[in-house]
C-alpha cells in the first residue's frame, strides 16, 4: 500500500525556517517525480514544487522561488522542503504528493503556520 | 502561473449531471493532454479522479468523465450521489516542469 506521511509542520515567526518532510512507502521511491503541494485556510490548492527521481531537476512556483528547497533521499524514501524566510502567507497546509504531471497518491498534510 | 478559471459553485439534484470547467491558456491546458481533477472532502487530502484529461484511475467510478476542448477542461459527473458532495480542483502541466491548479469548484448536492 502506498503511503506518504508528512512531518515538520508547526508555527513559526515571520522570517523564520522550518523543514519539512514526507516519509514515503509502499513503492519504488526512487522511480518516481515528487511534488510538495499546499493549501492556505479555506484557500484552493497550489502547486509549490517538484524534484526529479534522482533529485538533479528541482522546480518551483514564483513566490517560493529563493526561499524554499525541495530535496530527496532515495536510500531514506524520504522527500523534504526546506522553507526559509517565512512569511505569513506562506501559511497552509502542505501536502507531499506522488509524479509530476498528476498527483496519483498524497500525504496527510501537515500545517505550516508563520505568525509572531 | 496564473490560476486556471473555474466557477466557484455547481449544484445539481441526486441522479442529475454536472459539468464543471476549467479555463486555462495555450500555454497549459491548451497546450497539453496533461489535465487531472481531484475531488477533496473537507479536512482530507485531494484525490485524483481524472487524469491525462480523460483517464480515470482505478477505483473511480464511470460516473466521473473527463474531457478538453481549446483551452477549457471539463469534469462532468453524471447520476450525482449525496458523496460526490465535495470542492473540486483542476490541474493541468503549464510547461517546464511546472503545474497550476484551478481556483476550485465546490460541488453541492440539493
Known amino acids: 500500500e502506498v503511503q506518504l506521511v508528512e512531518s515538520g509542520g508547526g508555527l513559526v515567526q515571520p522570517g523564520g525556517s522550518l523543514r519539512l518532510s514526507c516519509a514515503a512507502s509502499?513503492?519504488?521511491?526512487?522511480?518516481?517525480?515528487m511534488s510538495w503541494v499546499r493549501q492556505a485556510p479555506g484557500k484552493g490548492l497550489e502547486w509549490v514544487a517538484n524534484?526529479?527521481?534522482?533529485?538533479?531537476?528541482?522546480y518551483y512556483v514564483d513566490s517560493v522561488k529563493g526561499r524554499f528547497t525541495i530535496s530527496r533521499d532515495n536510500a531514506e524514501n524520504s522527500l523534504y522542503l526546506q522553507m526559509n524566510s517565512l512569511r505569513a502567507e506562506d501559511t497552509a497546509v502542505y501536502y507531499c504528493?506522488?509524479?509530476?504531471?498528476?498527483?496519483?497518491?498524497w500525504g496527510q498534510g501537515t500545517l505550516v503556520t508563520v505568525s509572531s | 502561473q496564473s490560476a486556471l478559471t473555474q466557477p466557484r459553485s455547481v449544484s445539481g439534484s441526486p441522479g442529475q449531471s454536472v459539468t464543471i470547467s476549467c479555463t486555462g491558456t495555450?500555454?497549459?491546458?491548451?497546450?497539453?493532454?496533461?489535465v487531472s481533477w481531484y475531488q477533496q472532502h473537507p479536512g482530507k487530502a485531494p484525490k485524483l479522479m481524472i487524469y491525462?484529461?480523460?483517464k480515470r484511475p482505478s477505483g473511480v467510478p464511470d460516473r466521473f468523465s473527463g474531457s478538453k476542448s481549446g483551452n477549457t477542461a471539463s469534469l462532468t459527473i453524471s447520476g450525482l450521489q449525496a458523496e460526490d458532495e465535495a470542492d473540486y480542483y483542476c490541474?493541468?502541466?503549464?510547461?517546464?516542469?511546472?503545474?497550476?491548479f484551478g481556483g476550485g469548484t465546490k460541488l453541492t448536492v440539493l
Open positions: 490541474y493541468s502541466y503549464a510547461g517546464s516542469y511546472t503545474l497550476v
Open positions: 495555450s500555454s497549459d491546458v491548451g497546450g497539453y493532454n496533461y
Open positions: 491525462d484529461v480523460s
Open positions: 504528493a506522488r509524479d509530476l504531471r498528476y498527483n496519483d497518491y
Open positions: 524534484i526529479k527521481q534522482d533529485g538533479s531537476d528541482k
Open positions: 509502499g513503492f519504488t521511491f526512487s522511480n518516481y517525480w
